[in-house]
């Protein structure tokens, strides 16, 4: 699709908490020798909508809704733990850390999805479960070789990464580049409600 970009919108998560997590990444072999294809350093975020080729002319739309959200929103806090795989450890496509969330991040992405709908954004139905993705299993990966790094993060799927305190939402734009998306903000939301 021609004048557009492919963009999502999500939650950051902080230097610290990356560099954690790229420690797990580190432990676990997560490389593509393994059969892996890590998220860059510094990318992980929590997706909360895929928007995929958006116009540009549809862009200042989508952000007036992010900063019309944003003004109702008060901050809060998520629990970044625990390790897991989609479909499951024994079939993984996706390996993830986990999130303890608030009813305020369901509430967040419930409204972002009805307020884009009308642009063209169809609502995702499928159930929540929102995560930070760490690595994507290669089609035709070695399976001995991805068991092996999953067996470590087996061993280690009670981590607790730390809190967050999430103050804003972020649209990004997703560059697909050789060796991984690379992810660059196009507008970011500061939350100002205030707590009643």
Known sequence: MQNSLRCFIALEIPE???????????????????GFRPVRSGMVHVTLKFLGDTTQSTI?????????IADSQTAFQLQIKGLGAFASWDHPRTVW?????????RDLTAQINKRVEPLGFPIDNR?????LTLARVQEGADFRRVKQSIEVLRQNSNLFFGNITVTRLVMYQSAL?????????VSTHNFSGRKV
């Open 16 to 34: 610290e908490i990356q560099k954690s997590l790229v420690k797990v990444i580190i432990m676990a072999q997560l490389i593509p020798a393994n």
């Open 60 to 68: 200042p739309e989508i952000e007036q809704i992010l900063s019309q």
């Open 97 to 105: 850390a986990g999130l303890a969330y608030p009813p305020e991040l």
């Open 127 to 131: 159930s929540f479960s929102p995560h």
């Open 177 to 185: 580049q050789r060796g991984g998306s690379n992810y660059t903000p």
